[in-house]
């Protein structure tokens, strides 16, 4: 997260945004930090919906939109400079910064905000906020309400509406403008890199947190400050299990490794998966279970195409995997039959992708008016098919802890998709040829 911004990108947001208020007023706050230990935090990382109006980096701020306000409509609430606690804690934009910088037309100390609320909300038919998420925010905002509905004789309006904020601004961020195309293609490649070096690096004896390490160490270096979420590095039968993050175990000659990580780039994320041998060979059932996987994979992308149905690439997916577990004797029966039923759920009990952004699973409704909505150039998703064949009596041995997960991060565009991962080597011979040059 970076000073170095494009103020215009994101004064276009805020407009965008109180074009739908129609003279609402809307309150965003930004997440606080949190303590991991005693006196030890949580690295901060700003609220997705703040960040993404404002790009101001820190905590303890509150912005503030209010269309038609002549004294302005950006107000951001914020931390004060403080020479003594930058000493300690490192420097602050202060309230000359949040206007200097990050476009505020006016800033106030964030302890103001207390008493400064009752005039903003103060005749302002509606106020757009996403209630639940802070619980102290909420109660500030709803013990003001009650002040000003007390104080009606004398003339004044408290908001007679709250709306859900998100039902205007999670739709702005679903459709990524070039500025956040350019930013994700960043974030995969950079996560590409770091998979690449995963493959290079494993080898049987190693533990899972020692390819960890190797994995976000490349993110490191190509400037992302954390993960987008916590790593997965599964070995062995640990590839069965979806959200796996001990990331503790020995990794065995024979095992299958599946790593599902991505970086974080100025609050974009990536999320890729690859499953590979440790031993840098697929023995012949994991390579039979490995090319149906991405067989469902392959078709899955083909399937993603604006105006087509948002269901379409997970029904794409489900289709090749269940032909591909009756070829293996693993289902028997009518493909389609099987498919109606969800036989497959037994090996493959997730959907094949979900919206991906600033938040890892992001924002923006699915389905609209209770049908599937249709795809937009700009919107980004997973796609993420798997088999999963944890040891089990009825399951061939040759078949026991064969976990594999194979996801790629794709963007609608007007002709069809882009695989913003493809970096990361996901065809049988470039994943054995990449480990055998290690």
Not at 383 to 410: F, K, S
Request: aromatic content about 8%; proline content about 5%; hydrophobic content about 40%.
């Amino acid at each position: 997260m970076s000073a170095n911004h494009d103020a215009e990108i994101y004064r276009r947001r805020r407009q965008d945004l109180m074009a739908c208020m129609r003279g609402g007023l809307a309150i965003i706050p930004t997440a606080r930090q949190q303590p991991r230990n005693s006196d030890v935090l949580f690295p901060f990382r700003p609220d997705s919906d703040f960040y993404y109006l404002t790009h101001f980096p820190e905590p303890e701020a509150i912005a503030v939109l209010a269309p038609g306000r002549a004294e302005g409509e950006f107000l951001l609430f914020c931390r004060e400079k403080d020479a003594r606690q930058e000493t300690w804690e490192g420097r602050r934009q202060g309230l000359l910064g949040a206007r200097e910088q990050y476009g505020a037309e006016q800033s106030f100390p964030i302890g103001e905000f207390h008493d400064r609320l009752p005039n903003l909300l103060e005749n302002r038919a509606r106020v757009f906020v996403t209630m639940g998420r802070y619980r102290d925010f909420d109660r500030e905002l709803l013990r003001c309400t009650r002040a000003l509905r007390a104080k009606q004789r004398a003339g004044v309006h408290a908001p007679g509406e709250f709306v859900e904020l998100g039902h205007f601004l999670h739709e702005m961020r679903l459709i990524k403008k070039k500025d956040e195309q350019k930013l994700m293609r960043a974030a995969a490649r950079l996560s590409a890199a770091g998979h690449r070096r995963a493959m290079r690096s494993t080898a049987a004896g190693r533990y899972e947190y020692q390819i960890q390490a190797e994995l976000e160490y490349e993110f490191g270096l190509g400037g992302s400050h954390y993960p987008a979420y916590p790593s997965i590095v599964a070995g062995g039968a640990n590839t069965c299990i979806m959200h796996y993050t001990e990331n503790n175990r020995r990794l065995q000659d024979g095992d299958l490794l599946l790593i599902d990580a991505g970086a974080e780039l100025d609050c974009y994320a990536a999320d890729i998966t690859r499953t590979f041998p440790v031993n840098g060979a697929f023995s012949a059932p994991q390579k039979a279970v490995y090319e149906v996987v991405l067989a469902a994979q392959q078709a899955a992308i083909a399937a993603i195409q604006p105006n087509q149905p948002l269901s379409e690439y997970h029904t794409a997916a489900t289709q090749v995997l269940t032909d591909g577990l009756i070829d293996l004797g693993l289902l028997h029966g009518e493909r389609n039959e099987l498919v109606e039923t969800h036989a497959y759920q037994r090996f493959y009990m997730h959907r094949t992708g979900h919206w991906l952004g600033m938040d890892v699973h992001d924002v923006g409704d699915y389905k609209v008016d209770e049908q599937w909505r249709l795809l937009e150039p700009g919107m980004v998703l997973t796609v993420e098919p798997g088999l999963y064949l944890p040891a089990a009596a009825d399951l061939d041995a040759q078949w026991h802890n064969i976990g594999i997960r194979i996801e790629d991060d794709i963007l609608v565009t007007r002709n069809g998709n882009e695989n913003l991962s493809v970096d990361a080597p996901k065809q049988i011979a470039d994943i054995e040829a990449l480990m055998a040059d290690a």
